[in-house]
């Protein structure tokens, strides 16, 4: 079986300052990770995704997170946030080997960007 | 490309009625995912479809729960009798066969009083 703690609920931080969401996954086989946002009253939009190869991985809005197997995390980074990046993150993974296409979410962590 | 549609965004039901939430995966998509999100229990995979086929319904809660996908462009997730402790929102997802990571619906909110 597979879990996602995300140790942060909430991560308040200054606009422009950088920030860190912590993502560490407990799994017996080999995983993809995934970060989504999920906006208010809206759904969860995918924000970048390990599948293999580079350990550091680029997605939008200027976002990145790092694999790093031997501490099982995914982290979540971004230089700079805006405003606009006030939103609920949610780590999640899923099987390699068995094929079982479900995501397995973390209980999410709320970025409050301040002035 | 319109996305995964859901309707409606919002229900109110009375406890003990059957309610019908609906769902259009993209186009091309042959993965179908049912997901309800609560404050207590976060997000919880309900079901999932490869090609309009249940492949894992364990997530169910229970009997009054079930889904059908009797095509590829459309599922519905069905509760009959409501109770109140169903209210959440429930998402649903769609993914291609050689893509991972899904693409959600807006959701629909259901509140049963």
């Known amino acids: 079986a597979q879990s996602v703690t995300q140790l942060d609920s909430q991560v308040p931080v200054f606009e422009e300052a950088p920030v860190e969401l912590r993502c560490n996954y407990s799994?017996?086989?080999?995983?993809?990770l995934f970060w989504y946002v999920q906006y208010p009253n809206q759904g969860l939009q995918l924000l970048l995704k390990?599948?293999?190869?580079?350990?550091l991985v680029k997605g939008i809005n200027g976002f990145e997170a790092e694999f790093n197997k031997s501490q099982t995390s995914f982290h979540l980074r971004k230089p700079s946030v805006h405003i606009s990046d006030t939103a609920e993150y949610f780590c999640?993974?899923?099987?390699?080997?068995?094929?079982?296409?479900?995501?397995?979410f973390g209980s999410g962590t709320r970025l409050q960007v301040q002035p | 490309d319109a996305g995964v549609i859901q309707s409606p965004r919002h229900e109110v039901t009375e406890m003990g009625q059957e309610v019908t939430l609906r769902c259009k995966p993209i186009?091309?998509?042959?993965?179908l995912f049912w997901y309800r999100q609560t404050m207590m229990r976060g997000l919880e995979l309900l079901i999932y479809?490869?090609?309009?086929?249940?492949?894992?319904d364990s997530g169910m809660p229970e009997d009054r729960f079930s889904a059908k996908m009797p095509n590829a462009s459309f599922s519905t997730l069905k509760i009959q009798p409501s109770e109140p402790r169903d209210s959440a929102v429930y998402f649903c997802?769609?993914?291609?066969?050689?893509?991972?990571?899904?693409?959600f619906g807006s959701g629909t909110r259901l509140t049963v009083v």
């Open positions: 997802a769609s993914s291609g066969t050689g893509t991972y990571g899904y693409t």
């Open positions: 799994s017996s086989v080999s995983v993809y």
């Open positions: 390990y599948l293999s190869g580079s350990t």
């Open positions: 999640a993974v899923s099987d390699v080997d068995t094929g079982r296409r479900a995501l397995t």
């Open positions: 186009s091309g998509h042959d993965y």
């Open positions: 479809f490869n090609n309009n086929v249940p492949i894992d």
